[in-house]
């Protein structure tokens, strides 16, 4: 098998129908071919009789028919590479829609099921005082709008229009030409320098600018690229060795222990074996992008647990940020690894997420460890060709960065500043009030009264169990939350109306757009054959609908509600109910044998994720954590002696 991902034209003429034609003469006993709907420049009637084309929605289905086939079966995937729809879009080669999804992170449960539908590395987490979330990466989207269907109302389209640019997207002016100049690395002897970061994102760019920009001064430069898959999140080397005359390079590589400098892109491949082994403790200096990048182990996590339900078995995937920084510190020593949020700040000042390589390279360059002079990379970004512009701002801000990190910052900052529900609460206290307010503004004073009672009933009893110690608290704080303000018709109404989402849209979007709604209402949404609830579109009537909407939440759950009666609603203030007595049962029966339960049962809601049919796979888990937990918690009490025992001393022993 040949596997071409590089976007390498194939020799001779190879269409879908001749594939098809081929098998058939070869005797292949069934054949599907498979795509994803968008028209082909072949049609049924070109391929051999009884082959049927069929969606890519139907993949496993027909994956599973051709696997009771006797003999050989062959499924023909049609579908244009994504990396290689990128690239092409960028050429002006490929349709482009003016159609780009978001999320209302606000009405995201981060329950996943986007991801299980997608499989999308554009599908990213967010982490917000209300839980983890998920965004769209509008830098890396290939507008393939299979996250939509993840079952959910937080999807909106917008349809015509355009992303904002950045807010600095041409370089120039006077804080560039007053940056200093930096004291550049001699190349009497050979500088190996080490670029790794993703594919797909520009690292074998920054390769080919500094060989041209090397070559523009006459110096020795070789320059190996070593890739991993080359579609998005693939690992990506390019090893590049500086010397003042071509044969003082005996090799291309960088190798073990020799690099001088490495500018990671990304902080997983910088922390990556392959790369730990080019450092040398004392010789090697690094700069790192510290910002997350989506990894194909997050997707897979994210689709498995909304396939299970269950978050004890998937649990949600961590980024081990830490642990991979300090293994870089460990390999080159204290005081030569410097961390800066790159994409993040590329993508505010820049507009797109792959203006970071470009910055990474300024940043690296201002701090010494580019042997290469300003004006040769200059003009090698200029011969480059393509988008000069923005590459050489992202390289002059990532030179201020390094000299003035705070001006950088400000000008950064989005314009509006961080969204409310993306600061973190710093203590429990917090915590509480600013979800007491939030259910203030989800009912009224008297349904935030009722969170506000419970709480401060389990502070008083964990006081007296543990003083000084909130973790029970803290969790009966976020889980009673979760489930008082579930997420029904006049909820998500509300989140997409009360400000926040249209402004951001506004802040990112120009030009002339509509908004349109991926949805299941209760009243309008027909189910499909598994008694699923259908999403569908609508307009920017939508929009409207939902602010009359907003004007019922009185009724919420009263006689009058027309949505009360469902079994979802039914479900909601069931899990209310069942909470208040569980918690009414931990504050009687807490001791410092039985906290660690208590927490864990109390944070139980946290696990309660997404809608509908998805929302039932995570409860039926999450019942069947509870009454485990419950069992240990009545069963784990201190004996009477042990009353002084704390109750982070406590190893509670319950099945995984
Ligand atoms: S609720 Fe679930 S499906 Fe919807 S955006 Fe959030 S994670 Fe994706």
């Given at each position: ?290 910002d997350q990048t989506n990894t194909s182990e997050f997707v ?49 000042l820049l507009g797109d997420s792959i203006a970071t390589n470009l910055f990474m390279l300024g940043y ?293």
């Amino acid at each position: 098998a040949v596997a071409m991902t590089g976007g390498q034209p194939h020799d001779g003429n190879l269409s879908v129908p001749i594939i098809a034609r081929q098998l058939a003469a070869e005797g292949v006993q069934k054949i599907v071919v498979v795509n994803d709907g968008t028209g082909r420049a072949y049609e049924r009637s070109g391929l051999p009789n009884g082959v049927p084309i069929r969606h890519r929605d139907e993949l496993d289905d027909v994956q599973r028919e051709l696997r009771e086939v006797a003999g050989v079966s062959a499924l023909i995937y049609d579908q244009t590479c994504a990396a290689e729809k990128r690239r092409r879009r960028k050429r002006g080669t490929f349709p482009d829609p003016a159609r780009r999804v978001v999320i209302n992170d606000r009405v995201c449960e981060g329950c996943g099921d986007c991801s299980e539908k997608s499989n999308c590395m554009s599908v990213v987490a967010v982490d917000t005082e209300f839980g983890r979330k998920r965004a769209i990466d509008q830098s890396s989207c290939n507008k393939d709008y299979s996250c939509i269907k993840g079952f959910c109302p937080s999807f909106v389209t917008i349809e015509g229009g355009q992303l904002r640019k950045g807010k600095a997207t041409q370089a120039g002016g006077d804080a560039f030409d007053r940056l200093p100049m930096p004291t550049l690395p001699t190349t009497r002897t050979p500088w190996g320098l080490l670029v790794t970061g993703v594919g797909g994102t520009g690292v074998v760019t920054i390769g080919a600018l500094l060989g041209m920009a090397a070559h523009l001064e006459g110096k020795g430069i070789s320059v190996l690229d070593m890739a991993g898959l080359a579609q998005k999140g693939g690992a990506v080397w390019s090893h590049v060795r500086i010397a003042d005359r071509q044969e003082q390079l005996y090799a291309a590589r960088v190798a073990a222990g020799e690099a001088n400098a490495v500018i990671g892109c990304d902080l997983v491949v910088a922390a990556s074996d392959e790369s730990l082994a080019k450092m040398s403790l004392g010789l090697t200096r690094v700069v790192i992008n510290r910002d997350q990048t989506n990894t194909s182990e997050f997707v897979r996590g994210f689709a498995a647990q909304a396939r299970s339900g269950n978050v004890q078995v998937n649990p949600d995937p961590i980024f081990p940020g830490r642990s991979m920084e300090q293994q870089i510190v460990e390999a080159v020593g204290e005081g030569r690894v410097e961390f800066l949020d790159a994409s993040r700040l590329a993508t505010e000042l820049l507009g797109d997420s792959i203006a970071t390589n470009l910055f990474m390279l300024g940043y690296a360059w201002q701090q010494g460890l580019v042997p290469l002079g300003l004006a040769a990379i200059m003009r090698a970004i200029e011969i480059n060709g393509t988008a000069v512009a923005g590459n050489k701002a992202a390289f002059q801000w990532g030179r201020r960065t390094a000299v003035d990190p705070a001006a950088v910052l400000e000008a950064a900052r989005p314009k509006s500043g961080l969204p409310a529900h993306h600061q973190l609460s710093t203590s429990v206290d917090e915590v509480i009030s600013r979800r007491t307010a939030q259910l203030t503004d989800y009912q009224n004073a008297a349904y935030a009264e009722r969170y506000a009672r419970l709480v401060a009933r389990v502070r008083q009893a964990e006081d007296a169990v543990a003083p000084g110690i909130t973790l029970l608290s803290e969790a009966v704080a976020r889980g009673y939350y979760k489930l008082l303000a579930y997420k029904d018709e006049y909820e998500v109404a509300r989140l997409y109306t009360d400000g926040d989402f249209l402004k951001r849209v506004e802040e990112s979007f120009d030009g002339d757009y509509r908004l349109v709604f991926h949805m299941a209402p209760p009243l309008l949404a027909r189910k499909d054959a598994n008694g699923h609830q259908v999403k569908r579109s609508y307009g920017p009537w939508m929009l409207k609908a939902l602010r009359l909407l907003t004007r019922f939440k009185p009724l919420r759950g009263t006689a009058l509600d027309p949505f009360a009666r469902s079994a979802e609603r039914r479900l909601d203030r069931q899990l209310i109910a069942d909470y208040e007595a569980t918690v009414n049962e931990l504050v009687a029966g807490l001791d410092p044998a039985n906290h660690e339960a208590a927490v864990e049962l109390a944070s139980l809601p946290e696990q309660i994720r997404g809608f509908g049919h998805v929302r039932e796979r995570y409860h039926a888990s999450a019942k069947q954590r509870e009454a485990l937990l419950l069992a240990a918690f009545r069963n784990m009490k201190a004996p009477a002696a042990s009353g002084q025992a704390r109750p982070r001393k406590t190893i509670a022993v319950i099945p995984g």
